[in-house]
């Protein structure tokens, strides 16, 4: 007499489906025999208990960013495309996520002048963005912006000052920050008229008979580089743009 051996069993767990030692797969869980034939020639059974844990279904997101994208499992990047990444669900099996990204390429900003000449007082000063298709803009002084100031061009008016920048926005939504320009005022000089000779007599009546002309001075120093405008009357007088200014003519004027 022979004798068959007694049944066995052994418990798996796996994900989705798993093959059996004798063949064959299953992707439900349960309890799977087979009988083998032992040394002896009788039977021998063994049964598989079968757990079955699912991956959850893929999934995907989109994204749209200017010039990178951080994605949410870690790294960035830099161009348009699909990227996956494949978790650990509840139940220990896979779950793949992808982002599938648009990447829109921000505009230029740029300001010229970069550095403008000091200006006096009252003289306006015009700021030029680079320009492009689709491109919109908006100027800025100090860090805030400036209400309707939103052409290519910009002009400062006569008491603007220090620091100015524009930020360019493209077709896409993606902006950029130009160079911050500084704008520097000239300081108004003070005009006082010094009477040089005869001193302190501008009447040219009385000192006709000396030299024939009252010599006036603008106030100002060699230290000093101020330009000069003699005016008569309120009237510009040609080609009297010296420091010095003689007058020749007997005559009331001022």
């Known amino acids: 007499i022979n004798y068959s051996s007694p049944p066995t069993s052994f418990s798996a767990t796996a994900c989705d489906s798993y093959t059996l030692p004798w063949g064959g797969s299953v992707n439900t869980s349960g309890a799977y025999s087979n009988t083998y034939t032992n040394a002896a020639g009788c039977d021998s059974m063994v049964t598989a208990n079968v757990t079955i844990n699912y991956s959850s279904i893929p999934t995907s997101f989109s994204a749209t960013a200017c010039d990178s994208y951080t994605l949410p499992w870690g790294g960035s990047v830099n161009t348009s495309g699909a990227y996956s990444n494949t978790y650990t669900n509840a139940a220990g099996c896979d779950s793949m996520v992808t ?17 403008p000449a000091p200006e006096c007082n009252g003289v306006p000063i015009i700021l030029s963005a680079n320009t492009g298709v689709g491109l919109t803009y908006q100027w800025y002084n100090f860090g805030n912006p400036i209400a309707g100031a939103t052409n290519p061009t910009y002009q400062i008016p006569g008491n603007g000052h220090k620091k100015y920048k524009v930020e360019v926005t493209n077709s896409f939504g993606c902006t950029a920050l130009s160079n911050v320009v500084d704008v520097n005022r000239l300081a108004t000089p003070n005009a006082n008229i010094q009477i040089v000779y005869p001193t302190d007599n ?53």
């Open 99 to 115: 982002a599938n990204v648009t990447i829109n390429p921000s505009p230029t900003a740029s300001v010229t002048p970069a550095n």
């Open 202 to 254: 501008p009447d040219l009546c009385v000192n006709i008979n000396t030299k024939g002309w009252v010599k006036l001075r603008g106030n100002g120093s060699a230290d000093v580089p101020l330009g000069y405008e003699w005016k008569k009357n309120g009237v510009t007088i040609p080609g009297a743009t010296d420091r010095d200014y003689l007058a020749t003519v007997p005559e009331n004027n001022r």
